[in-house]
Nanobody, 116 residues
């Protein structure tokens, strides 16, 4: 059974930074394109960033130039470096495969709150 565990969230002031981690177990992580998603209160889950098996990346326009996705296949772990955070980045951040076919069971996510 695939298990995803996200960590690294917290409360940060506008302009601050956080680094999120996503640890995957029960799966050969390296052969999957992965993604970070976020869900703000009262909104639908949003695809934030993707990274292919080979390391090619993509971002939603609202985070381009501020967020950086990366992966360490040896550690079955994916990261999201978030800089210049804005209040509108406040959400629960989760990781999973890219949205092609069935997704794995969601982890608990990690809360990111950007507020002064």
């Amino acid at each position: 059974q695939v298990q995803l565990v996200e960590s690294g969230g917290g409360l940060v002031q506008p302009g601050g930074s956080l680094r999120l981690s996503c640890a995957a177990s029960g799966v050969n992580f390296s052969i999957y394109a992965m993604a970070w998603y976020r869900q703000a209160p009262g909104k639908q889950r949003e695809l934030v960033s993707t990274i292919t098996e080979g390391g090619s990346t993509d971002y939603v326009d609202s985070v381009k130039g501020r967020f950086t996705i990366s992966r360490d296949n040896a550690k079955n772990t994916m990261y999201l470096q978030m800089n210049s955070l804005k209040p509108e980045d406040t959400a629960v951040y989760s990781c999973n495969k890219v949205p092609v076919g069935s997704l794995w069971p969601w982890g608990q996510g990690t809360q990111v709150t950007v507020s002064s």
